[in-house]
């Protein structure tokens, strides 16, 4: 009698995709219309290299929204200078814009840019790489306030802002922007000082008074015995880091009996500095009263 053989042929294996999208949507192998849809949003955004899951679990929304929401908020960035993968990179840090009216959510931001702050049409995308976060803040609630107080404070005329300072826009007037003011008018420095400091060195205004400010000024006092007067002549030594680049310097300067100012001291690369401290300890050997 003839034996039958029942043979277990594997079924194939699912693409990446389709299995994100059967465990996304519990979409059955027989795919609906909406599965069928719903599939094409995903690859859509997974042409973005937007990260799939993070986008639908930060905006659930995207699931309703159709394909063609998607398309209309791409393109909107893209007409304002925004290259592809700048947009990407854009919709996977902010999800929520998946799904964001463009007229009524992004084209104001835009001409919010454009007319009261004045930057350029060629530097608008500089301004929205640097700091994705501008597309997410509400023009009246957020960044008119900070537009204003910076205003006030000389970001006018030639100081105005540029897209390399628009970022300050998306601070708090009242827990970012104020708060590092009141610091260094309470070290003693006269408010048009600070104003003068802060415009000359916007980054002061994204630093942080415990972590950047406090520490960086009691090294300055303590060690180095430092005069508010040099840092009036030159805010940016707080842009500059306290352990890999002011303690070092500043402690091989000592250790040679050699005096910088900080502009000398921190302005330069560590080849040339050593250079200097070089050629400032030859002067020495050659005139002790020199340094």
């Known amino acids: 009698m003839m034996m039958l053989l029942h043979l277990h042929i594997p079924s ?32 859509y955004l997974q042409s973005l290299n937007v990260n799939l899951k993070k986008a639908l679990d930060l905006n659930p929304n995207i699931r309703a929204a159709p394909l063609s929401t998607l398309h209309s908020i791409t393109q ?65 609630a957020q960044l008119k306030p900070a537009f204003e107080f910076l205003t006030e404070l000389g970001f006018v005329g030639p100081n105005k802002l540029t897209s390399q300072t ?19 008018i309470g070290l003693g420095i006269d408010y048009e000082e600070v104003r003068n400091m802060v415009v000359r060195s916007p980054g002061l205004l994204t630093f942080s008074v415990e972590k950047n400010f406090s520490p960086k000024l009691e090294y300055f006092i303590k060690e180095m015995n430092g005069d508010l007067e040099e840092i009036k002549r030159f805010p940016q030594y707080f842009s500059f880091s306290l352990e890999r680049k002011i303690k070092p310097r500043h402690r091989l300067l000592m250790e040679h009996a050699v005096f910088m100012s900080l502009p000398v001291m921190l302005k330069v690369s560590d080849g040339e500095f050593n250079v200097q401290l070089i050629e400032k300890r030859l002067r020495m050997v050659e005139d002790p009263r020199r340094s």
């Open 12 to 43: 194939p294996l699912k693409p990446p995709l389709a299995q994100t999208t059967a465990r996304l949507c519990n979409c059955t192998p027989a795919a609906t219309d909406s599965g069928i849809n719903f599939r094409r949003k995903l690859l």
């Open 166 to 184: 628009t970022v300050l826009l998306v601070s708090s007037v009242e827990h970012t922007l104020m708060p590092k003011i009141e610091f260094l």
């Open 76 to 140: 909107c960035l893209s007409s304002m200078g925004l290259e592809l993968a700048d947009v990407g990179r854009i919709l996977d840090m902010y999800p929520q814009l998946l799904s964001a009216d463009p007229y009524s959510d992004i084209y104001p931001i835009f001409d919010f840019l454009l007319h009261p702050v004045e930057i350029p049409f060629p530097q608008i995308r500089k301004s929205i790489t640097r700091c994705p976060r501008i597309l997410v803040s509400d023009p009246e």
